[in-house]
């Protein structure tokens, strides 16, 4: 639930595609940016911050807040998005993407972004600060939870597992994680570098609750996001496992032969935009 | 055949078992049990927003003391150092003061990442207190932290501390806690040696001191060689050789003022022992200030070879390796002929 005001009635729909717009917008400030992974990312993001996640804009510390860790760090732009989207960053600021002195970096990081909780860039972390966050918030009797995002390619890292193993270990109900699976990491699918399937079995047998959506299915996400909250006080950590669509919104992105780094030509950023406002929502 | 043990002075077989864990007190030495795990609870007692943390090594770096005091401020976080450090930031980021034990090899190789990203990046208030530093195991290796000061030493936010005995521990503990931000500090456990007591020093964060004057030579030294500097003084006033030991306890923030004015002191022999590596720990850090600031006394280092060192008997592989007192002793009367 939101505690502050931000635009009345507006729908989970106009929320993401907003979300893609402010992504798209930034990426043509510097002519590139993880765009095809914001694409995929942003129905989950608009789902965590405009429909299961308690906190305030304009008190990004709040320590009854529940806690967003993006992982996956060159997903900053996608979370500045929704950080802008959710009032927790002026709209105005997206113009400094990437620039010198900006608090927007490429990669996130903690000490430049109000509302960006962990520095990522090295892959693999968010897992492991999640459990400690998890396990101080228990210790202080806090209801707020830990959501945490991470990428499909770091399951590759042993330590994601030594942290999946560790949560169910503490029983931390108060965690619950996405995985973007969108089937592509540095040197190609994810199938071919290191093969993750059957991932939502190994995650149960982890001891984990487990649910597999579509992630771009609004309906579907919103509704795995209300299941993982509803384990609270079931005595196990949620994984929430999205297949998502790299480029999700803007046609052309989405049938773009698939790369870890999208190459979007200068001229490409508008027509994406183009394409965007040709499926604004309601 | 196996080799005759050597005798030491008192006459008894001197241990030769490349054992994992064995104390590095000498014969008849004074010593004290666990004392950072016994500060520690003292400090817990006052201080509620510490937790201990470890990665299966509770009861080999002395926190399992803590955790029979404070059963609910423990967490055992199974074999897993990346884990480890990245909990502890989350923890830190909660406002807690975690404390991560493990052994410096692992905090320093296998989990240096999670340290520079999560605790050091993020300017996390976490402790790293790490047992077996430097050559203080006889196992290889695996278990020889030779490089940790060098590797902490490059990481920014990074304070590190590399205490001397027991006496130092004491105080490191509630010092360390004091300071927010994250440290590193080198561990000794089990029966410590106790030494510093008798020198009426007290240890500060950042501070060297001098502990013992000389004209002729100025050992400059931490942890545990500093304790063999001050026997090695000792020893070589039967040579009429007047040693002192300036005791650098605080690699990272260097105490330049102090380094530099010992060893401004003109017609003094200086030098640097170590138990590390001779790239980049205190020997490498106290050549590159006197450089820096043009104090050019003469000059020597002593610390581990660049080379993986061999399994064997501490005391076998300090004389091999030069950091036992009597090696001490020889390479000092050597430069003074």
Known sequence: MRTAPLGHNVSLERRAWNIRRHAILMGEVQGQGYIAQALDVADILATAYFHAMRYRPDDPGWGERDRFLLSNGHYAIALYAALIEAGIIPEDELETYGSDESRLPMSGMASYTPGMEMSGGSLGLGLSIAVGKCLGLKRKRSDSRVYTLFSDGELDEGSVWEAIMSAAHHKLDNLIAIVDVNNQQADGPSTTVMGLEPLKDKLEAFGWFVQRIDGNDLAAVRAAFDAAKAQHGQCKPSMIIADTLMGKGVPFLEAREKNHFIRVESHEWRLALDALDERKPS | MKPAAPKTDAGKPRLTTSAMIASIAGEGQRTKPAPFGHALVELAKEDGSILGMTADLGKYTDLHIFAQAFPDRYYQMGMAEQLLFGAASGLAAEGFTPIATTYAVFASRRAYDFIHQTIAEEDRN???????????????????????????????????????????????????????????????????????????????????????????????????????????????????????????????????????????????????????????????????????????????MIGLPDEFLAAGALPTLHDRYGISTEALCARVKGWLK
């Open chain 2, 126 to 300: 976490v402790k790293i207190a790490c047992a077996l530093p430097g050559l203080t195991s006889g196992y290889g290796p695996s278990h020889q932290a030779t490089e940790d000061l060098a590797l902490f030493r490059a990481m920014p936010n990074m304070v590190v501390i590399d205490p001397c005995d027991a006496h130092e521990i004491e105080q490191v503990v509630p010092a360390m806690v004091r300071h927010k931000g994250p440290v590193y500090m080198r561990l000794l456990r089990g029966q410590v040696p106790l030494v510093l007591d008798e020198y009426g020093y007290s240890f500060e964060l950042g501070k060297a001191k001098l502990l013992r004057d000389g004209y002729e030579v100025l050992f400059i030294s931490s942890g545990i060689m500093t304790m063999r500097a001050l026997e090695a003084a000792k020893a070589l006033v039967s040579d009429r050789i007047d040693a002192g030991v300036l005791h650098v306890p605080t690699i990272k923030p260097l105490d330049a003022a102090t380094i530099l004015a010992c060893c401004a002191k003109p017609g003094r022999l200086v030098v640097v022992a170590e138990n590390h590596t001779v790239n980049g720990g205190l020997g490498e850090a106290v050549a590159g200030l006197l450089m820096r600031k043009g104090v050019h006394p003469a000059f020597r």
